[in-house]
């Protein structure tokens, strides 16, 4: 999502410039905002473009990047969140927001809705829950983890990677884990 400080439409050019750079690219526009979709993965830093394109267009603007969602709905639904999550956080603190940003914004003020939001599908896996807190009740160390578990450490790896490919929090890196620790306690 690209919103420009100023409430008035975006630029067409502003998203021809991602039009050139993400391939299969489609949008959607509102007001000063305008919401990308993309189904591959690109290898183009959006936290260096942004910058870029404020420097070069000598416009205010901010974009957030979200991790991958399983289906429309939930992407819409995840939309829809986002922007009430977005009108608290002042628009000249951040010109690049991703899902740990906003969760550090919000940490003092975490609720359940808010787990909920970004814990995503996970917030009602127990499973999950139990591997999370033992793995970082663990000190991030899988092999006493896996024993706590009783898996194998292939096991744990695989649950952590699918916790990381579908919320884009990855427990092994320990800023990460903090985030996680705060949302799952």
Do not use: W
């Not at 991703?98 to 939001?117: A, C, P």
């Amino acid at each position: 999502m690209i919103e420009s400080k100023k409430n008035k439409k975006l630029e067409d050019d502003i998203i021809h410039l991602f039009n050139d750079l993400i391939p299969g690219l489609t949008y959607e526009r509102e007001n000063n905002q305008a919401i990308l979709f993309y189904a591959c993965e690109i290898d183009v830093s959006l936290h260096d473009v942004i910058l870029n394109m404020m420097s070069d267009t000598l416009t205010d603007l901010r974009l957030y990047e979200s991790h991958v969602f399983a289906s429309d709905e939930e992407r819409k639904e995840h939309i829809n969140d986002l922007k009430k999550l977005l009108e608290n956080i002042p628009f000249a603190k951040h010109y690049y927001l991703d899902d740990r940003t906003v969760i550090k914004h919000y940490l003092s003020k975490l609720d359940e809705e808010l787990k909920r939001f970004f814990l995503r599908k996970f917030y009602q896996d127990p499973l999950m829950m139990e591997t999370l807190h033992v793995y970082l009740e663990s000190n991030l160390n899988m092999v006493i983890a896996s024993k706590k578990l009783y898996v194998h450490r292939n096991t744990l790896i695989q649950r952590i990677d699918k916790f990381y490919h579908m919320t884009g929090l990855d427990p092994r890196i320990f800023s990460d884990a903090l985030l996680i620790y705060h949302l799952i306690f």
